[in-house]
């Protein structure tokens, strides 16, 4: 389901198209593969690092980065004169398939996209249907809030208001399986955001706030159809944009030190 990742170079470089990514980028893309091949469950010990830089044919250095990395968005655990460990991915520590999930993999990353799609959309359904007046009146103020950073260009602050709002829309939807799938699902995108755009968003704030204080006020008004088309636009535009951030980092180089 994943492609082969290309061969990398000592220094964790690689030809064609991934040659302005950093080398821990892809050197950490490899160990996430390397570990998929390998059906490696969480608590299961890898190979040291100089190991891992012998398996992956790069340097001790850049294998200490890419497990760095690793284990800051929780992929990895290391333990201090014990060694390194798969760690458990967020509440499907049981399922080899969301474990094993590949956050630079383009195709997964659709996937992840195209679920969240329909998890939430249902969730702004019922959001719409059933929610509480301190319900809307928090999924409004974290919209207000979305908007006016969003504007500001603060993408730190964006993205609390943007964890705020989601939640708040999901918790308004009355089901706890719901609420849980969307928290899931934002794991996942944040190891992408993390790998790939450093952390940064994939498209316009000021775009995205726009249509989170749509979607509020759809809630807020009870329409359920538009609170579920306005949440599936806004889905799919997060696509697009993910979509043309990747085309821009292949064909655009690293000005990064």
């Known amino acids: 389901m994943t492609r082969n990742p290309a061969p990398l170079g000592p220094d964790g470089a690689a030809p064609d198209d991934d040659r302005y990514r950093p080398g821990y980028e892809l050197v950490a893309e490899r160990l996430l593969h390397y570990i998929a091949e390998e059906n490696l469950r969480p608590g299961d010990r890898l190979p040291t690092e100089q190991g891992l830089a012998e ?6 250095n850049v294998t200490r980065e890419a497990v760095k990395v690793l284990a ?9 004169g014990a ?5 458990a991915a967020p509440a499907v520590a049981d399922n080899d398939q969301l474990a094993h999930y590949q956050p630079t993999d383009m195709e997964h990353v659709l996937m992840l996209l195209d679920y969240r799609q329909v998890i939430e959309t249902e969730t702004a359904r019922r959001a719409a249907t059933i929610a ?8 409004r103020e974290a919209a207000l809030e979305s908007a006016e950073v969003g504007v500001a260009g603060d993408a730190d602050a ?16 009355h089901n706890v399986f719901l609420q849980s799938s969307v928290a899931t699902v934002r794991k996942f995108a944040a190891q992408s955001d993390v790998l790939l755009f ?5 498209g316009s704030l000021e775009a995205a706030g726009r249509q989170h204080v749509e979607i509020a006020e759809a809630i807020g008004a009870g329409d359920a159809v538009r609170a579920m088309d306005l949440m599936a636009q806004h ?4 696509r697009h944009q993910f979509e043309n951030r990747i085309r ?3 064909f655009t180089p690293d000005t990064r030190a």
């Open 55 to 60: 398996i992956l044919g790069v340097t001790r």
């Open 72 to 80: 800051a968005i929780g992929r990895l655990t290391v333990r201090r």
């Open 83 to 87: 060694g390194i460990f798969v760690a």
């Open 132 to 139: 509480t007046p301190l319900e809307v009146k928090a999924i």
């Open 158 to 173: 964006f993205g609390h208001a943007d964890e705020l709002f989601h939640t708040a829309v999901a918790a308004a939807a």
């Open 198 to 202: 450093h952390g940064l968003a994939p």
């Open 235 to 238: 889905v799919d535009t997060t």
């Open 248 to 250: 821009d980092r292949l």
